[in-house]
């Protein structure tokens, strides 16, 4: 049988591979850089342990456990402790905590007495037509100003690494958008529909990414990537990179890029699993795909972003230090 093609070695790549190994169906994973895991690399040094890229992962469908128990990574995974679920925003320079009740949204000092006002007023506030509305705009709209920048905007920032403005929220939060569609309003959604997301949520498997546990394991991330690296053997090609690809009537060609001969190695497989970035997939020739679609794959926009990892000795801060801080942009 000829072995079917992944391309790209992030994550989402070496998962394929994985499952396909486990119906015993061939692969090869072509990775055109040195190593696999994509952005998730973790650097142990000195007693500290650092993540380069992503630092959890979150639980939010059946597929992230069974995925870990395939692997055998169950008694190494980490999650937070129940007393670390506090989430806070700086506001002018003061740590304020994000309130998760209504009780204690109607008592925070993160939101002026004005917010809290134009918050009441959302479930009195119309539906709207627009067929893709921003983020930002939906928000506003609905919440007001400082719901986006002290309760949003922090937390799009943590998840997307992107600006509201530029997020759909019909396709980023797809259950707020049904929520107004459907009710409209969020807060009467959110009390009359509590029943039945619950209820659907039970009988898909799925939970909600408010609710969901965030997971890591002992020695971080890379211990996801490097065991499924481990699972693969000599199925992986790395430094080898795909130029092109063409069908050929029963299957496709590949024109490969490895090792020093860098241009004009073919090989044949059934099938090709694209699992590189978009701009990666672009640089590409497809023989039969329209240079309109692949001229849509270069205008992903991939939001720059730099981690910076810091420690401190922790009898010099006062803080808890009992949930995940953002900053606002005047911080």
């Known amino acids: 049988m000829t072995p079917v093609a992944i391309v790209g070695g992030g994550v989402t790549g070496l998962t394929a591979a ?23 690399q973790t650097t142990c040094r000195d007693g500290f342990l650092v993540e380069h890229g992503p630092n959890t992962i979150l639980e939010s469908v059946p597929e992230v456990a069974a995925l870990v128990k395939d692997l055998e990574l169950t008694a190494r995974c980490l999650y937070p402790a129940a007393e670390m679920k506090a989430r806070y925003v700086v506001r002018n320079g003061k740590t304020q905590r994000v309130p998760q009740s209504a009780v204690a949204a109607a008592r925070t000092p993160l939101l002026s007495v004005k917010a809290k006002l134009r918050i009441m007023a959302e479930p009195f506030i119309s539906r709207t037509a627009l067929v893709d509305e921003a983020l930002s705009e939906f928000v506003v709209r609905r919440l007001g100003v400082e719901v986006l920048d002290y309760l949003i905007d922090p937390f799009v920032g943590g998840v997307y690494a992107g600006d509201p403005g530029r997020l759909s929220v019909e396709h980023a939060f797809p259950k707020l958008h049904k929520l107004e569609q459907t009710y409209g309003s969020l807060i009467k959604g959110s009390l009359v529909g509590a029943r039945a997301r619950k209820k659907r949520e039970r009988a898909e498997g799925t939970v909600s990414k408010t609710s969901a546990r965030m997971l890591s394991f002992e020695g971080g991330l890379s211990v996801l990537v490097d065991r499924l690296r481990a699972k693969l053997g000599n199925a992986v090609e790395l430094g080898t990179a795909v130029k092109a690809m063409r069908p050929n009537g029963w299957g496709w060609t590949l024109e490969l890029a490895t090792g020093h001969i860098r241009e004009g190695t073919i090989r044949e497989h059934s099938a090709v699993l694209l699992c590189a970035p978009a701009h990666r997939v672009a640089q590409m020739k497809i023989l039969g795909v329209a240079a309109a679609e692949m001229e849509s794959l270069r205008t992903v926009y991939y939001p720059p972003i730099a981690r910076v990892a810091v420690a401190f000795p922790r009898d010099k801060i006062a803080h808890a230090l009992d949930g995940i801080w953002s900053a606002d942009s005047e911080a």
């Open 18 to 40: 994985f499952y396909l190994q486990r119906l015993n169906i061939p692969f090869t994973l072509y990775e055109a850089s040195g190593r696999v895991g994509g952005l998730i």
